[in-house]
T-cell receptor, first 112, second 111 residues
Framework: QKEVEQNSGPLSVPEGAIASLNCTYSDRGSQSFFWYRQYSGKSPELIMSIYSNGDKEDGRFTAQLNKASQYVSLLIRDSQPSDSATYLCAPLKIVGTYKYIFGTGTRLKVLA | EAGVVQSPRYKIIEKKQPVAFWCNPISGHNTLYWYRQNLGQGPELLIRYENEEAVDDSQLPKDRFSAERLKGVDSTLKIQPAELGDSAVYLC?????????FGPGTRLTVL
């Protein structure tokens, strides 16, 4: 079992729709969770962080965390073609180590 | 505020040759990371520095890879000799607290 699992996609959504990106993780030692956006040929860009159970909103982005289910998600409202990218989920393990464990990412395509 | 700076952006070498990558972190960030990212994969940690101390180098292939962070600011990652399988993007990141920021990366091609 991979430490971080993401559906590789592509996830295709029409412009203006809500894109829902999901991530599960195996290590309960993960305490903080980060979402990165990576455009093709570019480096990862931090877009959201979430530290406690529940929802956290920032503009069109909402991160959701459920530690009991070991599940974290990212919702993108009013999706735009410029949101087309790969989204990487990265839990931070702090028990016994201090390491960000990156998933392989979900490729999102927003269709105009 | 300037971001993480890396150079070179691209490097093409022949196998068995040496190569070095340089990174200057965001000012004031005492934690520096080197990652390797293969196509279609997430970044994988090679080494983490707290100031000038390498606190996690468990994933660094020490037979051919070395790194240093003199004076606790900029850092160099070296591969000697390079192998075909080292072709990847090498990313440097820095953090102050838990939010980590990446540089643009160096795309290495080994022929």
């Amino acid at each position: 079992q991979k430490e971080v699992e993401q559906n590789s996609g592509p996830l295709s959504v029409p412009e203006g729709a809500i894109a829902s990106l999901n991530c599960t993780y195996s290590d309960r030692g993960s305490q903080s969770f980060f979402w990165y956006r990576q455009y093709s040929g570019k480096s990862p860009e931090l877009i959201m962080s979430i530290y406690s159970n529940g929802d956290k909103e920032d503009g069109r982005f909402t991160a959701q965390l459920n530690k009991a289910s070991q599940y974290v998600s990212l919702l993108i409202r009013d999706s735009q073609p410029s949101d087309s990218a790969t989204y990487l989920c990265a839990p931070l393990k702090i028990v016994g180590t201090y390491k960000y464990i990156f998933g392989t990412g979900t490729r999102l395509k927003v269709l105009a | 505020e300037a971001g993480v700076v890396q150079s070179p952006r691209y490097k093409i070498i022949e196998k068995k040759q040496p190569v070095a990558f340089w990174c200057n972190p965001i000012s004031g960030h005492n934690t520096l990371y080197w990652y390797r990212q293969n196509l279609g994969q997430g970044p994988e940690l090679l080494i983490r520095y707290e100031n000038e101390e390498a606190v996690d180098d468990s994933q660094l292939p020490k037979d051919r890879f070395s790194a240093e962070r003199l004076k606790g600011v900029d850092s160099t990652l070296k591969i000697q000799p390079a192998e075909l399988g080292d072709s990847a993007v090498y990313l440097c990141a820095s953090s102050l607290g838990q939010q980590q920021f990446f540089g643009p990366g160096t795309r290495l091609t080994v022929l």
